[in-house]
């Protein structure tokens, strides 16, 4: 999708949802024809339907990720069953937080071993000159030389 006009110039103000890095506004998009996309490129403005008739438009919501991409975009009537089941959707990420094993011995190892191991390793590269950082997929040896 080219976003050389996104989002679109009447569009409400972009309001960040934190601290998930998404974003929505508000825009009026057109109602079109499924087939519209198949024949004519979607950066062109469609302002009549093939009856010469003017393109009714609508309200939408759209919510983007940090780089304003859109991830979905959601009418009235989307939104309103959107917060009636929203109890729903919170019960069903409770249920799923209940059913991790919060005691991975692994997970709390690799854990510590992020946050306390502040010594980068250093793995040497064979063209270039320097060494090139990495944090801890080499060891802190360089190569032995080929004979």
């Known amino acids: 999708m080219r976003r050389f006009n996104w989002p679109p110039q009447e569009a409400s103000a972009i309001h960040p949802i934190e601290p998930y890095g998404k974003q ?12 519209f996309d198949s024949e004519v490129s979607n950066t062109v403005k469609p302002l009549l339907n093939p009856n010469n008739e003017k393109i009714p438009s609508e309200t939408v919501l759209c919510v983007c990720d940090f780089a304003k991409r859109p991830l979905m975009f ?28 919060k005691t991975n011995y692994l997970d709390t190892k690799f854990g510590l071993m992020l946050k306390y191991n502040l010594n980068k390793t250093y793995g040497m590269q064979r063209v270039k000159k320097g060494e090139h950082n990495s944090w801890g997929m080499k060891k802190g040896v360089f190569r032995s030389r080929k004979t």
């Open 24 to 35: 929505f506004f508000i825009f009026n998009a057109f109602k079109r024809d499924p087939n």
């Open 74 to 101: 959601l009418n009235y009537l989307d939104f309103k069953i959107l917060q009636a089941s929203m109890d729903k959707i919170k019960e069903g990420f409770k249920k799923m937080e209940e059913k991790l094993d």
